[in-house]
């Protein structure tokens, strides 16, 4: 059983940074791909980036390219997603989510359906 609790959110003017947190309890870290997801007022949840069980590959969505990192503290069990410049259209409620892989090398799954564990969700809101 994988546990996952984010934390981070809160309210920023535009141009301004955040960075979630997303502490994972169990199992998470090894041999999974841990995902940063998030899901907008009347739209569907997307993926933002995501980070292998090796920690070699990482996704960015087109949209955070260049402002957001996602990176991985496996000492310490946790994920992280560093986020600068950020706009209105960042708004959303951001969501940890973790699937079990294969093998270190497996590239994470794109589609929320596939990804087992979810956190609570953190809120991130941008005001202009």
């Known amino acids: 059983q994988v546990q996952l609790v984010e934390s981070g959110g809160g309210s920023v003017q535009a141009g301004g940074s955040l960075r979630l947190s997303c502490a994972a309890s169990?199992?998470?870290?090894?041999?999974?791909?841990m995902g940063w997801f998030r899901q907008a007022p009347g739209k569907e949840r997307e993926g933002v980036a995501y980070?292998?069980?090796?920690?070699?590959?990482?996704y960015y969505a087109d949209s955070v390219k260049g402002r957001f990192t996602i990176s991985a503290d496996n000492a310490k069990n946790t994920l992280y997603l560093q986020m600068i410049g950020l706009q209105p259209e960042d708004t959303a409620m951001y969501y940890c989510?973790?699937?079990?892989?294969?093998?270190?090398?497996?590239?994470?799954?794109?589609?929320?359906?596939?990804?087992?564990?979810w956190g609570q969700g953190t809120q991130v809101t941008i005001s202009s």
């Open positions: 989510a973790a699937h079990a892989t294969r093998n270190w090398n497996e590239k994470c799954a794109s589609g929320a359906y596939e990804y087992r564990y």
């Open positions: 169990g199992s998470a870290f090894r041999g999974y791909c």
């Open positions: 980070i292998n069980a090796g920690g070699g590959n990482l």
